[in-house]
């Protein structure tokens, strides 16, 4: 089934149980590998039951047509396309682990979005927040850079970010801000609790604003000739520190 211009296909179980637990009459239907009978399918359709949301048996290879991909892991929802998307207290409301966010500060490039969208998919971030104005927002070019992760990985937008920083910091999420100039560098930072980690674009940085309101300033360490990267490597090296040490 494809989309139309009323639904859309989202995959993947983060996404699919998120929307499931902050707005499930956007959902038309769940379809769900038969094979997959784990604890994390089992926790899905348990909560799509009780929520009397339409769940579809089905099998690998379809799903994979229907979204072009085989990253879906085994779940594939369509839903209406015209209603709202997640806030960003619906995802802290619904977590179940320590968080794990990317705020992107005045990203202006859609490839360099899309990048991150799938950095943070990879790491298994549980959302990026980004600032309305000022930046690029989802356009078509970073959905397709971006290769499925748009449809996993809730992208929140937000009129005032440093306000959005603020409510992660009340709901106990450490605010760290990557700046080349810090003392502390990633890899000496404590990230096994809540974080959310803030990158600003290549070259401008962070903005004052923001980097006031971080917890912490946080630097990568640089031992060639360049003086930056390109904002969504240096995601991916924040990003997967903290699942580093979390392993640890």
Known sequence: MSETASSRLIYGFHAILAKLRHDPEAIFEIYVDAKRTDPRAR??????????????????????????TRRHQGVVARIDGRRKELKLADVLDGLDEPALFLVLDGIQDPHNL???????????????????????????????????AADTVPYITVTNLARALREMQEAGVWVLGAAGEAEKSIYTVDQKGSIAWVLGAEGDGLRRLTRETC??????????????LNVSVASGLCLFEARRQRAG
């Open 43 to 68: 926790d899905l359709l348990r909560t799509a039951e009780q929520l009397s949301t339409r769940v579809l048996p089905s099998d690998g290879e379809r799903l994979d047509r229907m979204v072009g």
């Open 215 to 228: 917890d912490e300033l946080v630097r990568i360490p640089m031992y060639g000739t360049v003086e930056s």
């Open 114 to 148: 899309g990048a991150c969208l799938r950095v943070a998919d990879a790491a298994g971030a549980h959302a990026v927040i980004a600032p309305k104005d000022k930046a690029v927002g989802l356009n078509a070019t970073a959905v397709k850079v971006a290769s499925g």
